[in-house]
């Protein structure tokens, strides 16, 4: 669980890069809207196009990487969660004493 303290930090990170994603795509269309004005430039843009595409692709891996991890981590601090909660229990129940 996040601390109430992290929230808003969260909160306000994650609509930054909102707003940036958004710019981003707004100036990728406009971009794209404009017809090249010579072949050069068409073919210079199909090229930038396929580096771009590669890139994306290539974060998205990367992302999928990371969240196989962190959500094998994630299992992993559940597991230890509940150990230490039953051996908190377990406490309890036989009177705090060690």
Do not use: C, F
Not at 29 to 57: F, H, Y
């Amino acid at each position: 669980m996040v601390a109430s303290t992290e929230t808003p930090l969260l909160e306000t990170q994650t609509q930054l890069w909102k707003a940036r994603a958004q710019a981003k795509q707004k100036w990728l269309e406009r971009s794209l809207a404009e017809p090249p004005k010579n072949p050069q430039e068409a073919a210079r843009r199909l090229a930038w196009i396929k580096r771009a595409l590669g890139a994306v692709k290539r974060g998205q891996a990367e992302i999928r990487y990371h969240t196989a991890l962190m959500d094998a981590y994630t299992e992993h601090l559940s597991v230890l969660e509940m150990t230490l909660m039953s051996a908190a229990e377990q406490n309890k129940s036989a009177g705090g004493k060690q």
